[in-house]
């Protein structure tokens, strides 16, 4: 045994002899690592990493060239809004009686009238009311002021933002499903419906749509969807335009039994929101004599001189903020771009302008030059600026702990919350990820062990391997950006 031992000691030692020794990466080596992977071969690169303590660049690559950043945007976005509107600002919706009530008949209209709230109703917002109890508030209210029978309709008035819920240059694949929604003046159930499929395992079939989640009064589907091989995920889109009820469904979900479900932009919030409330009215007891309705429609928008029976307020401006990023709601920061630009007294027609947020940029120090926006979500493939706008913005926020309570943190919150786990980056890195057809991109702080706090952002364009080979190695850089040894000239 003794024998055993020592052989077994010889070879363990001439192994490790025979090894070379752990070597740690600098920052360079990482970057050049990073930009040399033939994964990005074709790609366009551009990233920035900073000190947070005093602004100096450690290391960049393209830094000032104006590529794409997708969702990343909405960093820009939230920041803009928690200082124009403040952390605790909220929207607010009304409902009016608009009419003479006598002996429990209104002779007249009922009035949801907006104020912008993108979480109203929501399924997935902490804090805000679901749609059934805010339509269940508004339906007490009514009752409460003595309403038994209407002689008129429920009108929803979207005005408060206009008729141009989302940017012109929003791709026509998008419109249709719900990360393309609209942000209106009247939202509800952030403006998405599920639809469902039964699924079969017959290759190339249609599956039969079994139901929409909750109804959509009038809207019509062409199915084009397809049966495709296991696993292949939700391949599906909805193609339909704001305020249109023909929506065409093309693409592929995945083979297998029972229900597959993907989820659809609303086409007339304030009109499904006046639909709902009607709805829910009927089955109370009290009946109406015509039809709900939204204001555009009927060219008639609430005037002044109702009475307000009930007002629903938001969840706080800060809160809003952190699902928009930590949840990447294209819904919601649209919707603070038009709050941003409602506080500024723009018109109607300039709401979706990102103008503003320009101006606050450079009233902030930070540069605009080589940068365009187009909306406030990312979504547009017409956005585009430096990387080094979003380190600067970083650097700007640094010491904002409301503003970093709004970006995911890997391993624990928001579109992290699942990644990095078990890394160095875990609890580290908190970032913000964009994606688009052709764009990856990250932006956000790392909070490193050995006490040094980095700003970075980093955008790959037009790469033409797969997208999640690019995550990966995106993912990967963030853990290297942990460990890496920095050195300074």
Same mark, same amino acid.
């Given at each position: 045994m003794r024998q055993l031992l020592i052989i077994l000691s010889f070879v363990s030692t001439l192994s490790c002899a025979t090894e070379p020794p752990l070597v740690a990466q600098s920052l360079d080596e990482v970057v050049n690592a990073l930009i040399d992977d033939r994964v990005l071969r074709y790609a366009q690169v551009g990233l920035s990493i900073i000190d947070v303590e005093n602004g100096r660049t450690l290391a960049d690559h393209q830094a000032d060239r104006a590529l794409i950043p997708a969702s990343t945007q909405k960093l820009v976005t939230t920041a803009a809004a928690l200082d124009i509107l403040g952390t605790e600002a909220k929207f607010r919706t009304r409902v009016f009686l608009d009419g003479s009530l006598k002996e429990g008949v209104l002779s007249g209209d009922i009035y949801i009238v907006g104020g912008g709230d993108p979480t109203l109703g929501s399924p997935n917002m902490t804090d805000a009311r679901d749609m059934d109890e805010v339509l269940n508030a508004w339906v007490a209210a009514i009752r409460k002021a003595g309403v038994r029978q209407v002689d008129g309709r429920v009108i929803g008035d979207g005005s408060y933002y206009g008729t141009a819920g989302l940017d012109m240059n929003w791709p026509w694949s998008d419109l249709g499903n719900y990360y393309g929604a609209g942000a209106y003046g009247l939202n509800l159930h952030e403006n998405f419906y599920y639809l469902d499929f039964s699924r079969t395992k017959r290759l190339g079939t249609i599956p039969a749509i079994s139901?929409?989640?909750?109804?959509?009064? /009038? $809207?019509?589907?062409?199915?084009?969807?397809?049966?495709?091989?296991?696993?292949?995920?939700?391949?599906?889109?909805?193609?339909?335009?704001?305020?249109?009820?023909?929506?065409?469904?093309?693409?592929?979900?995945?083979?297998?039994?029972?229900?597959?479900?993907?989820?659809?932009?609303?086409?007339?919030? +304030?009109?499904?929101?006046?639909?709902? $409330?009607?709805?829910?009215? /009927?089955?109370?007891?009290?009946?109406?004599?015509?039809?709900?309705?939204?204001?555009?429609?009927?060219?008639?928008?609430?005037?002044?001189?109702?009475?307000?029976?009930?007002?629903?307020?938001?969840?706080?401006?800060?809160?809003?903020?952190?699902?928009?990023?930590?949840?990447?709601?294209?819904?919601?920061?649209?919707? $603070?771009?038009?709050?941003?630009?409602?506080?500024?007294?723009?018109?109607?027609? /300039?709401?979706?302008?990102?103008?503003?947020? $320009?101006?606050?940029?450079?009233?902030?120090?930070?540069?605009?030059?080589?940068?365009?926006?187009?909306?406030?979500?990312?979504?547009?493939?017409?956005?585009?600026? +430096?990387?080094?706008?979003?380190t600067s913005l970083l650097f700007y926020k640094r010491d904002d702990a409301d503003y970093l309570s709004t970006i995911p943190l890997a391993g624990r919150t928001g579109s992290l919350r699942n990644r990095l786990k078990g890394t160095a980056a875990e609890g580290r890195v908190y970032a913000k990820s964009g994606s688009l057809a052709g764009v990856r991109a990250y932006a956000g702080y790392v909070n490193r062990a050995d006490g040094r706090r980095l700003a970075f952002s980093i955008m790959v364009n037009n790469y033409t391997t797969p997208a999640k080979d690019v995550g990966r190695l995106l993912l990967d850089f963030m853990v290297n950006l942990c460990t890496a040894d920095i050195f300074e000239g």
């Open positions: 139901r929409i989640r909750p109804e959509i009064p /009038e $809207l019509e589907f062409k199915n084009e969807v397809r049966i495709a091989e296991a696993g292949t995920g939700d391949n599906a889109y909805i193609y339909g335009a704001p305020f249109n009820y023909n929506h065409f469904i093309r693409g592929t979900i995945p083979a297998g039994n029972g229900r597959f479900t993907i989820k659809g932009s609303i086409p007339n919030p +304030p009109l499904f929101a006046a639909q709902r $409330l009607q709805s829910k009215l /009927e089955a109370s007891g009290i009946s109406l004599s015509q039809v709900a309705a939204s204001a555009l429609s009927l060219g008639r928008l609430y005037l002044a001189g109702g009475r307000e029976i009930h007002r629903t307020e938001s969840p706080s401006m800060l809160e809003i903020c952190q699902r928009t990023n930590l949840r990447s709601v294209n819904l919601y920061a649209e919707a $603070l771009l038009r709050e941003i630009n409602k506080s500024r007294a723009l018109e109607s027609f /300039e709401l979706g302008s990102p103008q503003t947020i $320009l101006d606050w940029l450079a009233e902030s120090g930070i540069s605009t030059e080589g940068v365009r926006l187009d909306d406030g979500s990312g979504l547009s493939p017409r956005n585009y600026f +430096p990387p080094r706008l979003l």
